[in-house]
């Protein structure tokens, strides 16, 4: 009974998550607190808590996915709810009905929308017009779950986030690391990117975690040599040098990011203790090697399943 209170103390009830902008630093926490206590209580045993008993997420996918999907699907049959999986093309979307009628229409048949999307546009566009909260499941512009999940499993491993160094290799315009920026800045986490200067993230996206940065003491930094960037890293990330929907680009990324993929001598320049993460999916031998993230550094399956558990929190503090 005692989680039926939590939304109403956390005041996250009806709120989208769309860029993480809108959320303050401890709002971030309080999803981190919740998803420890799910986390807790799944290994104690205790694997459905029906606070969402009878709520229904609608899931719609513009794009594959392997963990988002999953992870939001088992999440809402843990919390006592159920979750439908929307193909784009499979909904009358796919024919021309717009995204607003079609808003219109899922807010009086479920509790809540999670979404993956080409354009960031089209997510914002369902928020406007869904009554219930939308939640983004990735887009061209940001992946705000896969971020607020990736602190947790920081928090997890290093047992703090404030002043820690986290070193993202690889497409300095990547969506993960858009999000990871904010969601870093938010938290106190010192954020370096290693790319060449012709990729560097989306400049509204930038200038907002440089606010959030200011608050909360973080720093960020930008380098174009990856082993500069690496010295005293406690967190070394990559993602995809190629992202859904970029395939066109493949040759001209592939060959810029090059000098960017994580391997093993890259990693001895880091912290002595630092870890590695992935989003996920890898292309391995491309922008990480399999020494590094089968390696002793990585702790990419880890990171993987906490999607279920910060998932499962933020659903509970947005729709319970
Ligand atoms: N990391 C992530 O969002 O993976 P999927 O594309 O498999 O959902
Ligand atoms: N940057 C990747 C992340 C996948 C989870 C993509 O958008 O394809």
Redesign the pocket.
């Known amino acids: 009974m005692e989680y039926r209170s939590w939304s109403s103390i956390r005041n996250l009830k009806g709120k989208d998550l769309l860029w993480l902008v809108d959320y303050k630093p401890e709002e971030l926490w309080s999803i981190l607190d919740t998803a420890r206590i799910f986390k807790e209580r799944f290994y104690a045993g205790e694997r459905v808590i029906p606070v969402l008993q009878g709520k229904v997420l609608a899931m719609i996918f513009q794009k594959p996915s392997t963990r988002t999907r999953i992870s939001f699907e088992v999440a809402m049959l843990q919390l006592g709810g159920h979750a439908l999986y929307l193909g784009w093309r499979d909904l009358q979307l796919g024919r021309g009905e717009t995204i607003a009628d079609t808003a219109r229409v899922l807010s009086r048949y479920v509790d809540g929308i999670m979404a993956r999307v080409f354009a960031q546009e089209t997510i914002v566009e369902l928020a406007k017009y869904a009554d219930v909260p939308v939640i983004n499941g990735?887009s061209d512009l940001v992946?705000p779950v896969?971020a607020i999940s990736d602190m947790f499993t920081i928090w997890e491993k290093k047992g703090k986030l404030q002043g820690l160094k986290l070193v993202f290799v690889g497409d300095g315009s990547?969506?993960?690391l858009h999000s990871l920026l904010l969601a870093s800045a938010k938290l106190g986490v010192n954020i370096a990117v290693a790319s060449p200067k012709e990729l560097r993230p989306n400049k509204e996206i930038l200038r907002a975690a440089e606010e959030a940065a200011e608050f909360s003491g973080a720093t960020i930094e930008f380098y174009e040599d990856p082993y500069e960037a690496v010295r005293g890293a406690d967190i070394v990330y990559t993602?995809?040098w190629v992202?859904?929907g970029q395939e066109e680009e493949r040759e001209k990324k592939v060959k810029m990011l090059e000098p960017y993929r994580v391997t093993v001598d890259l990693m001895k320049h880091a912290a002595r203790d630092a870890i590695f993460m992935h989003?996920l999916?890898a292309h391995r031998g491309e922008e990480v090697v399999n020494e590094v993230i089968d390696g002793p550094w990585s702790v990419v399956w880890d990171q993987a399943e906490n999607r279920l558990h910060v998932q499962k929190a933020i659903l509970a503090l947005l729709l319970a």
Do not use: R
Request: proline share 8%; hydrophobic share 35%.
């Open positions: 990735l992946h896969q990547d969506n993960v993602d995809v992202s859904m989003c999916p």
